[in-house]
């Protein structure tokens, strides 16, 4: 099977962009991968495009140019960026097509969420009741995680300190003003034991990047990324999972993260101990706690030490969220993941500038997590 | 005005109502009649086994607290239609041994008096008021040391 590399990538600022449409965030982000790849886009053959909330964002062809190409939306939670990545690169691997991209692009109302639960096989009450919140999730996870495994809420303000602090230094992050973990104590509790500034919000962005076959990318870059591993998975039975009325009694069922994570691993014949930089799903300074040991990176336990003595900062044993992550760059659903992708990638070339991390990276690790249950992770290597 | 106030449960056949001596308040869950899998809210088809031969199955009033958050600000409406007047509360999941762990809103909205482990019960309370003065109520799990015996 063909190999599929990233050799283009592009990024559109996360933020508040009044006036702005969805497509048009989009279409900047694609011609930075374009010219970042150094290709044309008459060239590309065909695509993946993911948003929430925009119904066709295959129309972004009326922005870029009409050359016929399939490019297919793709809608799949906070995983739709993961799965757009895993196809635009499966359609390299399996000979579809030498030179592909993959776009994400989303514009969301400010606040929390707010949908009709029957959209998600829910009934009405739920909602009614204030029950269909998938912040109530996050707080309950990382509740009794930290119950079992005696995480403190210094380590939750610790996370979302340093994910701030690196946004600080990412000119293209929606929150840039660094906070210590006393400040993001004192915020006020949204959901037990999570605070303000522990969440991340819905905002807006796009991401773009262009895939080629291995075998062709000397032509475009000396610095190719490699697509090592997609891996996407669902929730099984048992599982604690968002927006769950209830789920059965027995023994503990691994999370998709873990699932999808042992099945990336093994594709790619690459162990969590090869791991240099990892971008990890954090709405909330927690979900990053309990990512850590579901992606295989730490023990359930060891994230109190490991946070507290600095492995996940720039700098770091192992840096986690270098640009920011979701706490700082907020979460345009179907761009997220490709905005990960692109920090990884600019971490692998050494281009990251201020956040660079030192030595000389390898691998390169990104994980998604969403409603209703659905975790995508990549793995890249050069 | 001395009328009494009307109540209604927010959904039907969500828990046994109107609850009494001969009627206690129980969730009202499905049993799966080819697997056993038990479900809440009740479910015509079975998650585990995809059967779709399921019995009414009325679950225990009494659990332990699996874990919780609070809810500090008010949801977006819709689809929450609390009163305007928003007051926190707080939202477990509450597990029902040998059952099913059930997410519900919790009594007590003081994170300090919650504890996982600790023993609940099931009980009513009222969300919501409506224009006419009518009552919305829904199930909720509260703690069982509160009993006085």
Redesign the interface.
Known sequence: MTEAVIIGVGLHPFGRFPGKPALDMGADAVRLALADAGVNWPQIQGGYIGSYEVANPDAIVGRLGLTGIPLRGVFNGCATAGTAVALAARAIETGEHDLTIAIGLDKHPR??F????SVAGI???????????TT?FF???I??YM?EHGISHETLARVASKNFGNAAANEKAWRRTPLTPEEVLAS???????RQFMYCGPNEGAAAIVLCRADQAHKYTGKPVRVRATALRSRR?GA?EVQ??????GEVVDSPTVDASRAAYESAGIGPEDVDVAQLQDTDAGSEVIHMAENGLCKDGEQERLIAEGATAIGGRLPVNTDGGLLGNGEPIGASGLRQIHEIVLQLRGAAGERQIPGTPRVGYTHLYGAPGASAVTILST | MTTRTEQLPVAEDLFTWPPGDDNPLRLIGSECADCGLVSFPAAPACVRCASTESKRRLLADRGTLWTYTTQDFRPPSPPYDGPEAFEPYAVGYVELPGELLVEARLTEPDPDKLRIGQPMRLTLVPYTVRDDGTEVVTFAFTPAEEETS
């Not at chain 1, 707010?114 to 639960?117: E, G, Q």
């Not at chain 1, 006020?188 to 999570?194: A, G, H, S, T």
């Not at chain 1, 769950?244 to 009694?249: H, K, M, N, T, Y």
């Open positions: 606040g929390a707010a949908a009709d639960p009934p009405s009450w739920y909602g009614q009741t204030g029950l269909f919140l109530h707080g309950m996870k509740n009794r119950h006020p509790v949204l959901n037990y034991p999570l039975l604690f769950s009325p209830s789920f059965p009694v």
